[in-house]
Every structure is written in C-alpha cells, then in structure tokens.
C-alpha cells in the first residue's frame, strides 16, 4: 500500500511547511528573547502524537534554550470528528511551575482540547501559556471541511510520516 495513493491533493509542500516552520521559529525567538527569561526558558509542550514532526523542526529552530516535553489529550480516537470532551492521558513529566509555556499543536480544530490544555498547563502553574499551531480550522469553531493528514497529522494513526500536508481522499474514512 503506498500512502500517497490515498491523497486526494497536496495542500502544502515539505517546503512551503519548512518555510512556515522557519518564520514560526524566528518568532518565538523574538517573542521570548530578553532579560525576563535568562533565569527561566521557555517549556515547549508538544501535544502528542500529532506535533511530534512540527515540534522536532520547531524547536531546531528556535535560537533560545528551551525544555521539551510532550502530553496527550485524545479526543479523536480513530475517527474523523473530535468527540467534544477531550481527556489528559499522559501529562508532563517536567515542571512548570512559573515557567512560560509554549503549546505546540498540530492543528486547531474545534478548540476543544487546545483549551482542556490550557486551562491544565495554567492549573499546573505556569507563569503563561503561549500557542503555536502550524495549521488552524477557524470555520471549525463552529477551511473547507477537508480530512488533512501528514506531517504528523494522521487518520487512524496512519499518514502521519508523509512530508507533507494532504487532503485525504473520503473513500478512505467514510
């Protein structure tokens, strides 16, 4: 079975995404450079499993010392649609207390788990919680509603290591 059968389209490139990957990087360097963090880097979270790929580039990129760390929030299992009540099922083994954190998620869907997430980080201390995401669903807090999987994006845990981002052909989840 070769994965890039199942793609309807390729939506972004592995070098338009490295670019983006590029420019989000600078940004968060900007944004956290300054005497207010020399005795407290930036946490960056990775949401698992998705932002694994995004995370690894994101903080190669990132001209500040920083601690990584991942946690899991699951509200998609194996289908399509984010069932609205996500849950915590593996938290963060570093501590955040008066730490700035950095959110790193693949997409942003619903805003469902993004905020379950914050409100989490923020209960477990953290001086604030910054979000990056590399892809966002606005039309989604209730982009065309396509099923997009690769670059640590999948369907059913499948899809996740193609270099780019796709549309997933329907035949596939429906």
Known sequence: MAL??????????????????????????????????????????????GAFLFLADLVRKIKLPVTVDFIRAESYGSGTVSNGAPRISFDLKVGIQGKHVILVEDI???GNTLSCLIAHLESRGASSVSVCTLFDKPARRKC???????????????????????????????
């Open 108 to 110: 942003v869907d619903t």
């Open 144 to 174: 065309p509603d396509y099923f997009i999987v690769g670059y640590g994006l999948d369907f059913a845990e499948l899809y996740r290591n193609l270099p780019y981002v796709g549309i997933l052909k329907p035949e596939i989840y429906n």
């Open 4 to 49: 890039d059968d199942d793609i309807e389209r390729v939506l972004w490139t592995d070098e338009q995404i490295s670019k983006r990957v590029t420019e989000l990087a600078g940004q968060i360097t900007r944004d956290f450079s300054g005497e207010s963090l020399s005795e407290s880097s930036p946490v960056v979270v990775g949401v698992a499993t």
